[in-house]
């Protein structure tokens, strides 16, 4: 029975923790769960209570018997399985097996299964003779039951004995079930039911008889065609078609030709069971998969090489002869055999070389005189005799006509540095700028070896050349000239300058002083003392009528409104 929900909505718009009431309507004890939304919706497309389990069932686990129970009501003290396998101890606990209770009666061997994801625990038992049932409980020789009965559990014809069948070992009492089709052999996957005038077989497509042991002859009404043999099956036929023929009646010709069996371009004409191949031409064979050898007749005449084309051939003469079977005598000279300038002449099948002065042989190939006998190939060149003419074959560094010439040694411009290269036998000379010295004039020359510089200053060499790095006061190339200082004029109120070594010195007049006597005695002493002496020091007479005061004294004049001094 299908479970009963209140109140399962159709979508899942709440939240997953709302609860419902789920009632489970199960004789004789109706079951009640609190579940979510989501569990509810998987409890809806659940199981149904005795039916057999399937993939397409969720939260399901088969009984021992094959029934299918909701896995939530396993080992719940409520018996939902028919066979009671979801409540036994070896569905619910560890270590127990489903043949500990001694199930199989008289004598009967037990095997148990543990239960798994799929199944609970169950046992199977195995009965000694005379005895058949689920627990071995029937006597066939004291019941008129067919020793090849198979026990069917009908809970609408079940009978139980007068005395209960027990064990010591079970919990619960196990009623006897007999029904009234045990005493039928329904065979062939029939099945038993009761009718009015007692158990009757409703046999499966197939099969008829009261037993259903005779199999149906679908074959009666030779639907095969085309003279197929008909195979008679379980509620069905197989036609054995003939060759040519196919189909489940044999109704379709096989056309031979799908499968393009003839070669090339050939024609194939379907036949029944079988093909002919029509072939191009230039083909043969069944399939024509053979090429005709049109070579065979030898059409090819004088020598003529003959190859086989598709449906025809080609002949390649030899020099002299054309035409498709190399009938026909042509030009002998077309090759132009004749070498060295001779002259062809064509006969029959042949051709004749007239030969020019000293050149003779078939074709003029030869040089009637051996240019090479006067040895004309200098410093170990080889001779080669050509016609009317020679070659020589030079050694290494020898060139010419004759291997007389050495080449030109400066050809590899091994002079550096500008050097002019001179060429001479074999060998080479180069002629080096100022400043370089060496075979190649790869040598730059030392003009400071010389130490040119005069008053210590220091030699810097150069190409072709050098430079005196000279020392204070000294000037000129090699440093030997003083500088004269007093040049310039750099005393000031005409004093007189003393020129020295790379300095001056000022004899200034009365009333002045500094080191260019830039510095007029009277007026410093009109100077506040409050000036620095570099204040001091930044007056400078330039002229008789001329003051020049710094910015720093500009400055403090506008500050202090100090008149300007004047001179």
């Not at 069944?286 to 049109?294: G, I, L, N, P, S």
Request: net charge negative.
């Amino acid at each position: 029975m299908l479970p009963w929900v209140l109140p399962c909505p159709g979508d899942f718009s709440p939240p997953f923790n709302v609860q419902y009431l789920i009632l489970i309507l199960h004789p004789p004890h109706p079951k009640c769960l609190v579940v979510s939304i989501k569990s509810c919706h998987n409890l809806r497309a659940s199981v149904a209570i005795g039916q057999i389990c399937s993939s397409s069932l969720t939260n399901q686990i088969a009984c021992g018997n094959g029934e299918c129970i909701y896995v939530g009501f396993v080992c719940d003290s409520f018996s939902d399985c028919s066979d009671g396998s979801d409540e036994s101890e070896a569905s619910c606990s560890n270590g127990v097996s489903a043949c500990d209770s001694q199930p199989c009666l008289n004598g009967g061997q037990c095997s148990s299964n543990r239960r798994t994801a799929e199944r609970l625990a169950y046992y199977t038992c195995t009965c000694s003779e005379p005895y058949i049932g689920l627990w071995c409980e029937i006597n066939t020789i004291q019941t008129t039951v067919r020793p090849t009965a198979q026990v069917t559990v009908m809970p609408a014809t079940t009978v139980t004995p007068t005395v209960p069948v027990t064990t010591a070992q079970r919990r619960t009492t196990i009623p006897l079930t007999v029904s009234p089709c045990d005493s039928m052999d329904c065979q062939n996957g029939a099945s038993c039911s009761m009718v009015s005038t007692g158990p009757q077989c409703t046999c499966a497509a197939g099969f008829t008889g009261q037993f259903c042991e005779v199999n149906t002859d679908d074959c009666l009404n030779n639907n095969c065609l085309n003279s197929a043999i008909c195979i008679d099956g379980v509620n069905s036929f197989i036609c054995a078609c003939a060759t040519g023929f196919f189909g489940p009646t044999c109704a379709f010709e096989v056309n031979e030709c799908a499968s393009n069996p003839c070669r090339g371009s050939s024609t194939c004409e379907d036949l029944i069971g079988q093909f002919r191949c029509i072939c191009a031409p230039g083909l043969t064979g069944a399939t024509c998969e053979d090429e005709v050898d049109d070579c065979a007749s030898e059409p090819c005449q004088n020598g003529g090489l003959c190859r086989d084309l598709l449906d025809g051939y080609r002949c390649d003469c030899i020099e002299g002869f054309t035409g498709l079977n190399c009938m026909i005598d042509g030009n002998q000279c077309d090759s132009n055999p004749c070498m060295n300038g001779a002259t062809c002449l064509d006969l029959v099948k042949a051709y004749q070389c007239i030969c020019p002065l000293n050149v003779i042989g078939t074709t003029c190939e030869n040089d009637r005189i051996n240019e090479c006998d006067s040895q004309p190939c200098q410093n170990g060149g080889s001779c080669e005799n050509l016609v009317n003419e020679y070659a020589c074959i030079c050694p290494p560094d020898w060139f010419g006509t004759n291997c007389d010439s050495d080449g030109d040694q400066c050809a590899s411009q091994p002079c550096t540095n500008g050097g002019t290269c001179t060429d001479g036998f074999r060998e080479y000379a180069c002629e080096c700028p100022p400043g370089f010295t060496g075979t190649r004039c790869e040598v730059d020359t030392n003009e400071c070896a010389s130490s040119p510089c005069h008053e210590a200053a220091t030699c810097v060499d150069m190409a072709n050349g050098y430079m005196c790095a000279c020392p204070t006061g000294y000037t000129g190339l090699d440093c030997s000239l003083e500088i004269d200082e007093c040049s310039s004029d750099p005393c000031m109120v005409g004093a007189t300058c003393v020129d020295g070594v790379g300095r001056f010195s000022c004899s200034c007049p009365p009333g002045f002083s500094g080191d260019i006597c830039e510095i007029d005695v009277d007026d410093a002493a009109a100077i506040p003392a409050a000036f620095s002496p570099s204040v001091r020091t930044r007056l400078m007479v330039l002229s008789a009528s001329v003051l020049l005061v710094s910015q720093d004294f500009s400055a403090w004049t506008k500050l202090m409104n100090v008149p300007a001094i004047l001179v």
